[in-house]
């Protein structure tokens, strides 16, 4: 009984003495706004073609090499700051006459967290901005392919009379992370 009774008093006595040796300490933390994007992969061109059918009376072929790519992004925003859309349009050259360049943008795929934004299906590029995906918060995708937005370049031969085979063309396409 008495080995019980030393024993309550010693825990009470270390009980007693850790709640009074209870610090505190204030700490701050700041995040800047944060917009980052990236392509992948970033080192190969988008190749799209017009090729020969199969079959006289056949519609032409379209081909494309690396026609596929992943849009990547982090993004950190401010409590007061409005959400962020990615744009896409055609920053130089011109789509040859009879056909339309299209770009899809699948449903998000990856290992990211957060706001990851809303994408349209398909868009007809020009030179004008267009929004693939809106809505976009605090949020990263993940790096690297198979991670983000996949994109798909498309052809879409909509009058044959005015395809012209000396009418090739180089375009430049941006691609703009930006506050709406």
Do not use: C, H
């Amino acid at each position: 009984m008495i080995k019980k009774i030393i024993y309550i008093i010693v825990l009470n006595s270390f009980l007693g003495y850790s709640q009074k040796n209870v610090e505190s300490k204030n700490a701050s933390f700041k995040l800047k706004e944060i917009a980052l994007l990236s392509i992948e992969p970033n080192n190969s061109t988008v190749m799209l073609n017009l090729g020969s059918p199969d079959f006289s009376g056949d519609k032409v072929k379209t081909t494309s090499v690396n026609n596929e790519k992943w849009i990547n992004f982090t993004s950190a925003i401010s409590n007061s700051s409005s959400k962020r859309n990615l744009l896409v349009k055609i920053e130089d050259g011109n789509i040859p006459n009879g056909i339309e360049l299209k770009l899809k943008t699948d449903n998000y795929t990856g290992n990211g967290k957060g706001q990851l934004g809303v994408k349209t299906n398909i868009v007809s590029l020009n030179k004008s901005s267009q929004t693939i995906i809106s809505d976009i918060g605090g949020a990263y995708t993940g790096s690297g392919t198979n991670n983000g937005y996949k994109i798909t370049y498309l052809l879409d031969i909509y009058d044959y009379k005015l395809l012209n085979r000396n009418n090739s063309q180089v375009l430049t396409i941006s691609l703009t992370l930006t506050d709406f």
